[in-house]
């Protein structure tokens, strides 16, 4: 297939984009990923505009001029005054159709050549191995398992995934049989008390109530004998019991008496997506009055959204952390909420997870690796118009969770809210890999490791890296309890209203500062050389100065 | 979740004196000490209440510990003398705007459980609501009771506020009474310009008693074109220049509403002032006036005997509403927001954002604030000189007056120059403190009363929301600012104009605020601020989107909102090492001269060293 079968007008001439202040002449040029509009007011600009992001195109034609106005899925907005109607209907077609092809092969990372250089691949960088490696200096009761090389007991798992050291392969099939997708309860994450959080799909108990051995099995050992744990269901009771009816189910407490039970309710990334389009909506609309704004915000449900997923992970790191128990967590297909759960969970409770390469692991291990779909998920944004049933901004979700928690703990986090802004639009539009396909299976079939550069590789490039630096950042054992209170919970401008965001100013200042500080230091080491250097040739010449010295070791001493 | 249960707003005052024993239900007799009690120097224990009593915190249920009233604050806290005393509410007694008996004989209905414990609740200026629990034996009550009746009321029993008996000492250059000089202000502005002259009209207050004692007016208009327009004006408050553009000579002037009745008057000499405050600006062709009230609320005053510039007879004017509320308007906003912030149901926590909406107080602020903008916008890129004024030009003239200062000249955003600032367009012009706050007024219910300053404070915090590093003093400056609005403690707040403090001599008997502030002038200095907005021009967005609750404020009685990590002493800290740093590499230098000098001259400076130098 070629794509030139799908772009009618591949270049037009004397268009105009409309800038900050005013606009510009450009000629508009259409490639298989790009829309490229090169400037002709002296200055030879070119804006490339990746058909990926474009969510939406949108027709203003009027007598005076044919405008389209681009509608992105990072919630920019590009408007383009095509000479001819005919024209700017070929390019509006031509993007549409270009921006939702589906095949994976004939996305843009599988053409794009970086022109950066990496010392690490990001392909290598998390791997089970490495994160076994480390926490079995913790623990000696887990063990890898190869048992999903093929990808055959759960296509969404990856190919090795850590089970209790205990439990032979034939349990796992077992219990992978009885689990929604197959996804078989595998560890999550290991605290520092020894205690664990697990996740998996829902058990398929059915009408009948139909109960597991192996899988109690595999759970309970993680108990031990004597400790009780927690089975967190992301669903309302209602909702679980509406599963059963359809094959699914949950634990009864008769089979794993062990564990206790609740319920939370996180609702279904279907709903979570009609929020997301009506927050964007409500924030796109720049035209509307602003009365009522509070209540759109409300209405939209984004922010409560927000604030019962990050009660959810409270309560699991609560129970990790201060009840001392395990947790198992799970929702329907254990692809979405409960992915937002566990990792929202490790960033509460594990420090690594707020540096930059923890985080980066934690996406990777945790969404990347754990099948969250990401290809099904991101596949339009908030403001398409063709959508297909599977969209949901589960992703956008956590990383707006990270982000309240970045505003309330500001020196916690290695990185700035700017990685999370990049890390959205990456994941609905990207050169790099790392997000394209649902799950590791599809990116092996598609040789994405080998075909394509890893975000990661980017982002912790040595000239890039420096961009998503904390200033402030402090290195901090421990938890972080963040507040849920509404009035703690703030709508996040920097990506949603992006027309004013103080905080890279901000952050610029507090880096400047910081840089300055360190110049200082650097003329204090300097300065103090010299004058030792003086003091050293005095002394020969006159010993009546040994005081001087004295006072400029003092000097340093005290720095 | 936290575990810091501290419910007090951080008091930078120096630690007073402490510790001393004192027994059940004491009527000390002017003690200054007490147990684990804080005072200030002058502060005296007046009922010391140990044990026993229970406050119903809001946000963390009961606590119980001991309750102590001072002539200055309530106190509340845990703990004993020699182990660690935690304070659970400390607020003073000028802050308590209404004192009631609940439970027992006296019923309320107040108490959502259906419990009606016996007890006192306090409604307080800062938007706090305490009750406390008590047993009903000893007459525990009433004692505590009849003296908060009694001392939380100064004004309304004739006694002296705490202001007059409060003794801390401050150091002699820091002391905030000279920090305003109307003079060296004016002089500020370029004072003397052409077409403007000072006059000593009014110092003794006999052409205008609420403005203050200096004026500047247009230099063609004679003291006796003076007395004419403020017969003119509501309460003789006559234009007068508040703000002058370096540049391009537009100004801000400020007045009240003529008093254009039913019967429509004129003033030939009203009308030939506003001409000549025109004339002084060699850019404009029309005078930008604003009217801050909405249109229909100036219709209205025309009956009560005031009005509007009308077209037709002000024809070198152009007159704009800008469609604020007044003051009984503002009132019920705040004490919806009140309700709203205690989130009181269990359901109020879905709907906090339409319940925050519906108290319109962000509303109100975007009105304020795209009047102050355009204001601002006009006088910079329009080179336009604008005449604000509302009803009495005292509440919602001064917000107009000094939000558009405080955009368009960056010395009112520095610490010294917000200081002046207030000094002038609020306490010299005659905003009338006392009787919007009700300083140690029991009349709660008084409907002069009207958070207007709280109002501008708010903006205030929505544009350094907007422009982070713009200015000087940070949030802590502000909410230091609001607390003594209320608590009496020093004088800058009380009474009602400029000439009333004169008579009560309060730059003698009281402290100024600002020497507080000057005392501790790096607590309230925002680290991310940078001089190269000094010439900025600051035009906020005005729309709801872009303003935000201020929590930092309204909702920082609950603990679990107080901001989690200390960005604030970071940002201190970092200020500190950079100080520290820049001394330290100044001292090597001089050192490393010392030596230079002292030394061989065979030694040569290294060129490095003298670039290094900042």
Known sequence: MEFSEFIQTPKVEDAFLEVENGTVPVTACLTGHHLILYSHNGENKEYWILHKNVDSVEKRYSVEKNLLVLKCKDFTQHQITIPTADDATNIANSIETLSSLNNPALQYPFFHRPKFTFDEDGYDLFCTEHRFASLSKMSDQWRISNINLHFSVCNSYPSQVIVPKDISNEMIVKSAKFRYGGRFPILSYLHTNGRVVMRCGQPLTGQNQKRCKEDEKLINIVLGSTHRGYILDTRTTQAALQARSKGGGFETEFNYPQWRKFHNSLQKYSIQQESFVRIVEACQDRNASSDRWQSKLESSNWLSHVKDVLSAACLVAQCVDREGASVLVHGSEGTDSTLLVTSLTQVILDPYCRTIRGFLCLIDMEWVQAGHPFADRCFHGAQSNQRTRSEGPTFTLFLDCVHQLLQQFPLSFEFSALLLIHLHRHAYASGFGTFLCNNEMERRKFKVRTKTVSLWSYLLSVNVLPMFLNPLYQTRPGVIWPSVAPQSLKLWDGLFLKDIDPSPEVQRIVSESISYMEDLQNQISELTKEISLLEREEETTSPLLQNGQNQAIDCQNSA | ?614
């Not at chain 2, 004692?143 to 003794?167: G, M, R, V, W, Y």
């Not at chain 2, 927001?337 to 359901?347: E, F, I």
């Not at chain 2, 109002?455 to 350094?464: E, K, L, N, Y």
């Open chain 2, 1 to 614: 979740m936290p575990e810091c249960i501290e419910l007090t707003p951080m008091d930078n005052s120096k630690s007073p004196e402490s510790t001393q024993k004192a027994d059940t239900m004491v009527e000390s007799t002017l003690t200054t000490k007490s147990d684990g009690v804080p005072l200030y120097p002058g502060e005296v224990v007046c009922v010391a209440l140990l044990k026993d009593v229970t406050y119903l915190c809001p946000y963390m249920g009961a606590l119980t510990g001991r309750l102590v009233v001072t002539n200055y604050k309530l106190y509340f806290y845990q703990g004993t003398t020699e182990q660690y005393t935690r304070c659970i509410v400390e607020v003073p007694l000028c802050t308590i705007s209404r004192i009631e008996k609940v439970g027992g004989v006296t019923t309320s209905s107040r108490n959502p459980d259906g419990r009606n414990p016996y007890g006192l609740e306090m409604f307080c200026k800062d938007i706090r609501v305490l009750r406390f629990v008590m047993r009903q034996e000893n007459r525990q009550r009433k004692t505590i009771h009849d003296k908060l009746q009694e001392l939380s009321f100064p004004a309304s029993n004739k006694l002296p506020f705490f202001a007059c008996l409060f003794k801390e000492e401050y150091a002699e250059d820091k002391n905030g009474w000279t920090t305003y000089s109307a003079k060296t202000e004016y002089q500020r502005l370029g004072m003397p310009i052409e077409g403007w002259r000072y006059t000593k009209h009014n110092s003794k207050y006999e052409l205008c008693d609420t403005y203050p004692h200096l004026l500047v007016v247009p230099a063609a208009a004679s003291d006796d074109d003076l007395k004419q327009v403020a017969q003119f004006r509501s309460r003789g408050r006559i234009p007068v220049l508040s703000w002058i553009h370096p540049e391009s000579q537009a100004t801000i002037t400020r007045c009240a509403q003529p008093l254009v009745g039913i019967s429509g008057k004129k003033s030939r000499d009203d009308e030939r002032y506003i001409q000549l405050i025109l004339d002084a600006n060699p850019h404009a062709h029309k005078l930008l006036i604003f009217d801050a009230r909405p249109q229909a609320n100036a219709v209205a005053n025309v009956a009560r005997g005031g009005g509007y510039e009308k077209a037709d007879v002000y024809t070198s004017s152009e007159l704009f509403f800008c469609d604020i509320h007044n003051i009984h308007v503002m009132r019920e906003s705040l004490r919806k927001l009140q309700d709203a912030c205690l989130l009181a149901h269990p359901n109020d926590d879905k709907h906090w954002l339409s319940n925050l909406e519906q108290t319109q107080w962000l509303h109100h602020s975007k009105v304020i604030l795209a009047a102050a903008t355009r204001i601002a916008d006009r006088i910079e890129s329009g080179k336009a000189s604008v005449l604000v004024h509302c009803s009495d030009g005292w509440d919602r003239t001064a917000q107009l007056t000094s939000l558009s200062m405080i955009m368009l000249d960056s010395y009112y955003r520095t610490l010294e120059g917000f200081m002046v600032l207030i000094e002038k367009e609020w306490l010299s012009f005659g905003h009338k403190f006392a009787q919007r706050i009700g300083h140690g007024d029991k009349n709660h219910s008084d409907s002069e009363r009207s958070p207007v300053f709280l109002q501008f404070i708010d903006c205030v915090w929505q544009i350094t929301q907007q422009f982070p590093t713009a200015f000087e003093f940070n949030e802590q400056f502000l909410i230091l600012i609001l607390d003594h609005l209320y608590s009496c403690l020093y004088g800058t707040f009380l009474y009602n104009s400029e000439r009333e403090r004169k008579k009560e001599d309060l730059r003698k008997k009281t402290k100024s605020l600002w020497s507080l502030v000057m005392s501790l002038r790096d607590d309230y200095l925002n680290a991310l601020y940078v001089s190269a907005y000094q010439n900025h021009v600051l035009l906020p967005i005005a729309a709801v989107r872009h303003l935000d609750f201020w929590a930092g404020y309204y909702a920082r009685w609950n603990p679990k909102m107080k901001m989690q990590e200390p960005i604030q002493e970071r940002h201190k800290e970092l200020l500190k090492i950079r100080d520290h740093l820049r001394k330290k590499v100044e001292e090597l230098e001089r050192q490393l001269a010392a030596k230079q000098n002292a030394s061989s001259p065979a030694l040569t400076i290294p060129q490095d060293a003298a670039a290094l130098s900042v």
